[in-house]
């Protein structure tokens, strides 16, 4: 790469963070009109939650499993195998969860939505419907913007629960752990604060993925090449985008 390209990329890096941002206040301005029918984001959260729950179960079933077997491991040279539920339920409510859950998203829902709006760009409905003055922003992105938002929070939740119950199942019926001791020392360590810092994150997340999935079918070339770079850009930078802050948070809720 020359030194020219290598000067060039931090403007393009500060040039793409200004459209998104552009392009989330002009989502936001249409927030409120969106709201106005409920019909199109109970449909987007269906699109992006509902239709995720296998992954998203599967995933958090093997995840709380095998967090289940290296917490086991690790607890036992200490001797504190009763433990086993604390480790578990901190480590998926407060990283794993979120994090995991914001990648599978990325990898699933958010692929759905960039490829829905980039073959409506480049078959050009969104043209037409300029044309007709009807806002691609009021009735494509932000139903589908909040949708992802809502669903994401609710997506973390079951992957939680679920791998609560995989690092039970591991725990309990296959290393003896007691499961009196493993449910009721997760009761009395786990706070309030522990369970909102993976709600921020949840939330948090869910805004930059869909953010960015809507974006890059919304600005992607009216080809079929176009669509499909786009997509591939959309898990990059969603997860790049969610890995980066949750260091920020993490080191914020420290």
Known sequence: MTA?????????????????????????????????????????????????????????????????????????????????GVAAALGLLKELGPVVTALLFAGRAGT?????????????????????????????????????????????????????FGAQLVGVSQMGVDAGAFWSQMQGSVELDDVMEGIIKSIVFGIGCTLIAVHEGYTAEPTAAGVGLATTRTVVASSVLTLLLDYILTAAFM
């Open 112 to 164: 759905a939505l960039t490829s829905e709006i980039g073959l409506m760009r480049a078959t050009d409905q969104l043209t037409a419907m300029q044309m007709m003055a009807v806002d691609p922003l009021r009735y494509v992105v932000a139903p589908r913007f909040l949708g992802g938002i809502i669903a994401m929070p609710l997506l973390v939740a079951i992957f939680n629960l679920v791998g609560l």
């Open 4 to 84: 020219a390209a290598q000067d060039i990329l931090p403007i393009r890096a500060v040039r793409a963070l200004g459209e998104v941002t552009l392009f989330l206040f002009r989502i936001l301005m249409q927030v409120g009109p969106s709201l106005l029918r409920p019909k199109l984001i109970v449909l987007q959260v269906y699109n992006a939650g509902a239709r995720s729950l296998i992954i998203i179960m599967l995933s958090g079933f093997f995840v709380g499993a095998v967090l289940g077997l290296q917490g086991f491991s690790l607890l036992q040279r200490f001797g504190s195998e009763a433990a086993l």
